[in-house]
């Protein structure tokens, strides 16, 4: 039996026998009481010793779990971390979807009081669902030099990146124009929500803030290459002209980017990238986003609106040589200064002519008897959405008499909203631009830019009434009328009738064939991104 002890403990049992056998002997000498005070000590050691055991064994017992515990944490921590890092490679594809269907105990519910000053914005475009980040073989870096307004830099940036996603580039965030007339020293994130921008298009195209610093240096050594591509040119040009470039020197920069995509005879997956760009991507700075609903949250609260896109200022007239209703000193103004900016080719234009041709914009009194003639109700706000109208108040002056709630961003806000916005055409522009996209009435005198890319919006947010005025035939009949040969019943039934299919409705764009320019713009009605039925021919020869 000794055999199966530890040797401690078979000494101590050894011990126990022994003093057992002493104190046998103890009571056989008469000492009874010491023998059994002997038997107790050692009684009492043997106990003890066997408890130190038990508790050493527990201990070592605890140690072990304890062990096993923190084992099992760390093992569940690792796989813990590791769903969390697959749930947000996949979230992007199904937070939207969550978020959309399930209720929140955090939502939001408006009372009475807050909804008579909430922005009655319009519904926007349904938000994209974005898969994960697009990896593919980079073929080089594409610089971007934006030239013009901002609504022409605006369409120009679309096409870019249309045209790095189809090169399978890298596109570094465009550079604005700075030299241009309206010398605007606004960079891309002083407009657009840059950070936006480059997140919501990574699913198709890498967008970097900056060249990396080793391609930095190779630019600034000369060891890139520039130039402005051909206007108007379809994508088979950039994949057989400017892909090589890219792959021979790594960055090529573009330095002219207006109108430099077709209109038509695209693949389908570009233009509806063209499209979510624009609608999407472009998002304001929060700035100028929250100045403008403040705008359109005043405007609301006194009724609907129109925002009249009067294109009548000095730099516009300049350069278009129109000069109706202008005095010789004005008329000798604006020569001047058409002669003055080198880039503006045409010199020599005949006023007149041009006007009759429906090439000017129109006149503020033109405009007037326009809006009068189409029976627009007279006490409705009118927005001015421009810069300063050459001529002041004389010219305004049958404007604000046939309509006399003329507003416009000045009136509406005080000094200190706009005071960051001051030599800031561009800033200026984007504000009008949030301002004219959610008005009740869009009518553009002249079909400029800004025109054109808003009444494109303005079709994709659900075809929002724009008035697209025929000022050739407008100019025809106002001077008809003003030299009495139609009344003014005549007159206004004339112009009703004409425009009656001018107000934004849907119909495929029109293309003219080698007369790109004359064709219908791409971005005034993206009619492939529409949702409507496409069975049509989303293309109508003229």
Known sequence: MLGYLSGGRRWLLCCYYC????????????????????????????????????????????????????????????????????????????RPRLLNSWPSCFSYIPSSSDSALAVELSPGPVKIVRPPKRVYKNNGYLLVSCNGGLNQMRAAICDMVAIARYLNVTLIVPELDKASFWADPSEFQDIFDVDHFITSLRDEVRILKELPPRLKR?????????????????????????????????????????????????????????????????????????????????LRQNGPFLVLHLRYEMDMLAFSGCTQGCNDGETEELTRMRYAYPWWKEKVIDSD??????????TPEETALTLRALNIDPNIQIYIASG?????????????????????????????????????????AALDYLVASESDIFVPTYDGNMAKVVEGHRRFSGYKKTISLDRKFLVYMIDQYNNGSLSWDELSFSIKEAHAHRMGTPHPRIVIPDRPKEEEYFYSNPYECLNIDQSEEPLQMA
């Open 19 to 94: 003093t057992i056998g002493k104190a046998e002997e103890c009571r056989e000498r008469g000492g009874g009481e010491g023998a059994r005070e002997l038997e107790m000590g050692l009684k009492s050691i043997l106990l003890g010793s066997c408890k130190i055991a038990r508790l050493r064994r527990s201990s070592s017992m605890v140690n072990r779990s304890r062990m096993k515990l923190w084992m099992m944490r760390a093992m569940t921590t690792v796989l813990l971390w590791a769903c969390f890092v697959q749930l947000m490679a996949v979230g992007e594809m199904w």
């Open 218 to 298: 190779r630019v600034e050594l000369g060891l890139s290459y520039s130039l402005p591509p051909v206007s108007w040119s379809d994508i088979s040009y950039y994949h057989n002209q400017i892909l090589p470039l890219l792959l021979r020197y790594k960055v090529v920069h573009l330095n002219k980017t207006d109108t430099r995509l077709a209109n038509n005879g695209l693949p389908l997956d570009i233009q509806k990238l063209r499209c979510r760009v624009n609608y999407d991507a472009l998002k304001f700075t929060p700035q100028i986003e929250e100045l403008g609903r403040r705008v359109i949250s005043i």
């Open 353 to 362: 002519m041009k006007r009759r041709e429906g090439l000017c914009p129109l």
């Open 388 to 428: 300063e109208i050459y001529g002041g108040k004389r010219r305004m002056a049958s404007l604000a008499s046939a309509f006399p709630n003329l507003v416009s961003k000045e009136t509406l806000l005080k000094p200190e909203d706009l005071r960051f916005f001051q030599n800031h055409s561009s800033q200026m």
